[in-house]
């Protein structure tokens, strides 16, 4: 796993992004530096359903970590697409932010996540060291909402939000006998994004749940370990979206 620094350089006041210039026509306008507090929802996703973002990390040319044929980019992108069923078929609207093995820059994931409107948001990534896995929430200091957030904190005001949102998650994965690690740090993508965001970083299973002759990336690759993960990862968002205190909280 390696994480990339999303630079932002408004230069005026329409709101610029690198690489992508979206002006923002309303009463007042945004300072340089500064998001809205709210994103447009995402086309696709109806007001009245429960929007889910998964990040796929890396791609295209950035592989991720890598150990012989396997590939984190790839791995990400698998676990994504079978996330994607499982919720889909659980009636949630699912926003990715790739459905290939594409090169995204994370000003790109930023947006395309802020502007789904979404009430969660899951940053898939994997690695070969460790075991378990391991839950990432935003180390910044929660703070009120504002009407207009600085990208690179924008998270502050949803940061509670995500920790409960980790919570759920580590209890559902715990039920499942996975062994879990939660931890607070700098996460460049989703500290500028503006709803429950947790990243989910899937290391191979515990020796104890598997032979030791096992390697690491046979790990990664057991059918059925990928199949209890994702199963553990839906059913955590069943229950994140059955809670209405969660919904009200992070609507705009």
């Given at each position: 796993?390696?994480?990339?620094?999303?630079?932002?350089?408004?230069?005026?006041?329409?709101?610029?992004?690198?690489?992508l210039?979206?002006a923002?026509?309303?009463?007042?306008?945004?300072?340089?530096?500064?998001a809205?507090?709210?994103?447009?929802?995402a086309?696709?996703?109806?007001?009245?359903?429960?929007?889910?973002?998964?990040?796929?990390?890396?791609?295209g040319?950035?592989?991720?970590?890598h150990?012989?044929?396997?590939?984190?980019?790839?791995?990400t992108?698998?676990?994504?697409?079978?996330?994607?069923?499982?919720?889909?078929?659980?009636?949630f609207?699912?926003?990715?932010?790739?459905?290939?093995?594409?090169?995204?820059t994370s000003e790109r994931?930023?947006?395309?996540?802020?502007?789904?409107?979404?009430?969660?948001c899951?940053?898939?990534?994997?690695?070969?060291s460790?075991?378990?896995?391991?839950?990432?929430?935003?180390?910044l200091?929660?703070?009120?909402?504002v009407?207009?957030?600085?990208w690179?904190t924008?998270q502050?005001?949803?940061?509670?939000?995500?920790?409960?949102?980790a919570?759920?998650l580590?209890s559902?994965?715990?039920?499942?006998?996975?062994p879990?690690?939660?931890?607070?740090t700098?996460?460049?993508?989703?500290?500028?994004?503006?709803?429950?965001?947790?990243?989910v970083?899937?290391?191979?299973?515990?020796t104890?749940?598997r032979?030791?002759?096992?390697s690491?990336?046979?790990?990664?690759?057991?059918?059925g370990?990928?199949?209890?993960?994702?199963e553990?990862l839906?059913?955590?968002?069943v229950e994140?979206r059955?809670?209405?205190?969660?919904?009200?909280a992070?609507?705009?």
């Amino acid at each position: 796993m390696r994480w990339s620094e999303p630079i932002f350089c408004p230069a005026d006041g329409k709101a610029w992004k690198r690489g992508l210039a979206i002006a923002v026509f309303a009463a007042t306008i945004p300072c340089p530096g500064f998001a809205q507090a709210t994103a447009a929802p995402a086309p696709a996703a109806p007001a009245n359903r429960f929007v889910v973002v998964l990040d796929a990390a890396h791609g295209g040319d950035d592989t991720g970590g890598h150990s012989g044929d396997w590939t984190e980019k790839s791995f990400t992108l698998a676990l994504s697409v079978r996330l994607r069923s499982l919720l889909t078929a659980r009636g949630f609207a699912v926003v990715t932010t790739r459905e290939s093995d594409t090169t995204l820059t994370s000003e790109r994931r930023i947006e395309i996540a802020n502007h789904a409107g979404a009430q969660a948001c899951l940053d898939l990534h994997a690695s070969l060291s460790g075991t378990g896995i391991h839950l990432f929430v935003s180390s910044l200091a929660a703070q009120a909402p504002v009407r207009f957030e600085p990208w690179r904190t924008a998270q502050a005001a949803f940061v509670t939000h995500s920790l409960a949102l980790a919570g759920v998650l580590n209890s559902a994965l715990q039920r499942t006998g996975t062994p879990v690690t939660l931890g607070r740090t700098a996460l460049p993508v989703i500290d500028s994004l503006t709803c429950p965001a947790v990243a989910v970083e899937i290391s191979p299973e515990s020796t104890t749940n598997r032979p030791a002759s096992e390697s690491a990336t046979d790990s990664l690759n057991d059918a059925g370990y990928q199949a209890r993960a994702a199963e553990a990862l839906s059913a955590a968002l069943v229950e994140w979206r059955s809670d209405a205190a969660h919904l009200e909280a992070v609507q705009p």
